[in-house]
């Protein structure tokens, strides 16, 4: 696939060459879309991790996203490169794309809050160190403010001689949607320095987008108003969801429908219907991440109400993962203990195999340590990345969780179900087939408002709905 005559092509025809650190849930996508909207740019994509490499340059790609595939197979090999030869490409390129990890602090100052920035400086200081020419450096990766200040400082301290230009990209594409999102955003931004140089550099990168998106949908700013906006974008989405479960537990002590409630206030133009549907719990590699980064921003710089205001919507997600629990608890003749329960979905959302912060993994863990059995299912996720994110090896999950090969398969002999994710073939399920299955009495808790509620106890379940009575 990837040959080393073909990988410098760019370079032979004085094509303007991107190099991409990190082939993740969006170094990965992003670059594919890149790559195949502009045949005149070469892009190498290049991670530590040598079995990722490996798998993108296969036909089973490391992670699962619909349209994903065929994009990468048309440009692959063209103009769309993986590799793990990373000061070659770094070297060769004219914009360097930072789109690593920057997980949630899990040790020393700003634990559990600030970003772990590590990778991202690892990357500057490699950058540094390769030289190879002047160069742009866009940080695509979700990062606090300043960030771009600490890139510029390692650059710029550089003895190579060459001018770095930083400019902030962030990406806001959501995962199971990505190839979309990335093909027809609502905005691309980029921040950038206001001097000349840092302009041109902010037009070089719109140029890249200019290829397939309007103009009017490039918005282009400073870089810390740039990397304040993704933080907020992200603080803003899970606040509605957050506020709708809220919402839900009332509809539950009420008997008012939070899907009910949902619409009706989702026509009021001011509020808009999208991201108000009440769920187990957000998830995601983003959210909860971004919030407790934006948190510890607020508190270092001295804005404690605002840093306890934003706190609110993680402590509000975990609430609601928690009463999930409770609930099946409370139904269960508060006992789960030795009782087995098919758990269906595990992805944070569906059309992913992503399972980071996904409200799935705080559910299975309190049943296990409530003493049921699992027997789970999801469509895309392996056990592998299951047990890794219980923390449960193979041998203790032994008797314990049973992985199963479909949905029905889960469901057999259970005494509850609990549909964590919203995979829509879990709407084609015989529930009257799976009932028969079952223990009695059978429960089901939908974590998901994905299967209404009448049809399963019409099925003979005693069925559990979030934010309905
Ligand atoms: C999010 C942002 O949407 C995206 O713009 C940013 O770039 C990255 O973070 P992502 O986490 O991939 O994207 O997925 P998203 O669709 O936002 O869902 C996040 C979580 O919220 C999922 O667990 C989803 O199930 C949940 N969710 C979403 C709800 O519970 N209710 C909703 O109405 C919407
Ligand atoms: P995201 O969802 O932000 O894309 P991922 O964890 O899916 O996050 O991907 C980040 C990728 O970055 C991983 O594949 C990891 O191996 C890679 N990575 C982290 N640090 C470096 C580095 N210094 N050089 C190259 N690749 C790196």
């Known amino acids: 696939m990837e040959s080393q005559d073909s990988k410098y092509i760019g370079r032979v025809l004085g094509l303007m060459r991107i190099c991409c650190i990190g082939a993740g849930y969006v170094g990965g996508p992003t670059m594919a879309m890149i790559a195949q909207k502009c045949p005149n740019l070469t892009v190498a994509v290049v991670d530590l991790n040598q079995e990722r490499i490996d798998a993108w340059n296969s036909d089973d790609l490391p992670i699962y996203e619909p349209g994903l595939l065929g994009v990468v197979q048309e440009a692959r090999g063209r103009n769309l490169f993986f590799s793990t030869d990373i000061d070659e490409n770094l070297k060769e390129a004219d914009v360097v794309f930072i789109s690593v990890n920057t997980p949630t602090k899990d040790y020393g100052s700003g634990a559990g809050q600030a970003a772990d920035l590590r990778y991202v400086e690892s990357c500057a200081r490699r950058i540094a160190e390769v030289g190879g020419g002047d160069k742009i450096v866009v940080e695509k990766s979700t990062v606090p403010v300043r960030t771009a200040h600490m890139v510029k400082e390692i650059l710029s301290e550089s003895p190579n001689g060459h001018a770095y230009q930083v400019v902030s990209n ?140 934003w706190s609110q919507v993680v402590e509000m997600n975990d609430y609601q993962k928690e009463r999930f629990v409770g609930r099946i608890l409370d139904n269960m003749f508060n006992t789960v203990s030795g009782k087995s329960i098919a758990i269906l979905g595990y992805a944070f959302k569906k059309d992913t195999n992503d399972v980071r912060e996904s409200p799935a993994i705080a559910v299975c863990q309190r049943l296990l340590e409530e003493k049921a059995d699992l027997r789970i299912y999801d469509p895309k996720v392996k056990a592998t990345s299951i047990l890794y994110s219980l923390g449960w090896t193979e041998e203790e999950a032994s008797g314990r969780i049973t992985f199963c090969g479909d949905a029905e398969e889960a469901c057999q002999g259970t005494h509850a179900i609990a549909l964590l994710t919203e995979w829509d073939e879990f709407k084609d399920i015989d529930f009257d087939g799976v009932f028969d299955k079952m223990s009695k009495p059978a429960y089901f808790f939908d974590g998901r408002n994905l299967i209404d ?5 019409k099925a003979g379940f005693r069925a559990f709905a979030i934010g309905k009575e």
């Open 453 to 457: 509620p009448e049809l399963l106890r």
């Open 170 to 309: 962030p990406e806001f594409l959501a995962e199971g949607t990505a190839m979309r999102d990335l093909a027809n955003p609502d905005r691309v931004l980029i921040g950038g320095g206001t001097d000349e140089e840092g302009r041109k550099a902010v037009e070089q990168v719109a140029g890249i987008y200019r290829n397939w998106i309007p103009e009017e949908s490039i918005i282009t700013t400073n870089l810390w108003s740039s990397e304040l906006s993704k933080l907020t974008a992200n603080a803003f989405l899970a606040q509605r969801i957050s506020s709708i479960n809220a919402i839900s537990a009332l509809c539950e002590a009420t008997g008012a429908d939070v899907d009910e409630v949902a619409r009706a206030i989702g026509t009021d133009s001011r509020i808009g219907p999208k991201f108000l549907k009440s769920s187990v719990g957000f998830g995601g590699s983003c959210f909860q991440k971004d919030i407790l980064n934006l948190t510890y921003l607020c508190g270092h710089f001295g804005l404690p109400e605002v840093a306890s205001y």
